[in-house]
């Protein structure tokens, strides 16, 4: 596609529930990365792809977050028995090898009461 | 550890003023560096990119920004503001080598309110 995009736009959820937040890259880009924005901060990194291999999940908060990227392109970002504290916007980015620039999707707002 | 800092939080300025938004970093070597933009429900544009040699570097929307090795900074400027420049912006970084996930480190961001 043009850009990366995610879905759903916004998600409310129920404190315990689990959601499930999806990520399509752009065609071609080998490497996706997912970030969390808490509102009124900056994006923070939480995990790297590079085709299907997670190399670098150091960045997930708890063992409640959970990435994948079975077939190398879409990825999805799981959590599981969502926490208050896990509300924010969940970006997406996705790169090619050998460039620096990492482009953005819209982002997953999620709200959790 | 790598950390980026943006030192205003809010800035406001009138419509046709020109504009500077800081940003220091702290980082090992000469890291890649980034501005974006982020409007209201959207995500992160990119703005513009330094990665070496002219260290003044152009944008899109009429944005520069200049990286000064001795004060750690890669600043953004506009010589005149427009309306539709109102949002948030972000500074990041990013490492040079191969070493790593190549993962962005971004500041706290400057909402930017412009006055008609």
């Known amino acids: 596609g043009a850009g990366v995009s995610q879905s759903p736009r916004y998600k409310v959820a129920k404190r315990g529930q689990d959601v499930a937040l999806r990520c399509d890259p752009i065609?071609?880009?080998?490497?996706l990365f997912w970030y969390q924005q808490a509102l009124g901060q900056g994006p923070e990194f939480l995990t790297y792809f590079q085709n299907e291999a997670q190399l670098d999940k150091s960045g997930l908060p708890s063992d409640r977050f959970f990435a994948e990227r079975p077939e190398g392109s879409v990825s999805t970002l799981k959590i599981q028995r969502t926490q208050q504290e896990d509300s924010a916007v969940y970006l997406c980015?996705?790169?090619?090898?050998?460039?620096?620039?990492?482009?953005f999707g819209p982002g997953t707002r999620l709200l959790v009461l | 550890a790598q950390s980026v800092t943006q030192p205003d939080i809010h800035i406001t300025v009138s419509e046709g003023a020109s504009l500077e938004l800081r940003c220091n970093y702290s980082y090992g070597a000469t890291p890649y560096l980034f501005w974006y933009v982020q409007s209201p429900g959207q995500g992160l544009q990119l703005l513009l990119k330094?990665?070496?040699?002219?260290?003044l570097v152009q944008g899109i929307k009429g944005f520069e920004a200049e990286f000064k090795r001795s004060q750690s900074s890669f600043n953004l400027r506009k010589p005149s503001v427009h309306w539709s420049d109102a949002a948030e912006y972000f500074c990041?970084?990013?490492?040079?080598?191969?070493?790593?996930?190549?993962?962005?480190?971004f500041g706290k961001g400057t909402k930017l309110s412009v006055i008609p």
């Open positions: 980015a996705s790169k090619r090898t050998g460039r620096e620039t990492q482009y």
């Open positions: 330094y990665f070496s040699g002219d260290t």
């Open positions: 990041a970084v990013g490492p040079k080598t191969g070493a790593g996930s190549y993962q962005l480190t």
């Open positions: 065609s071609g880009h080998v490497s």
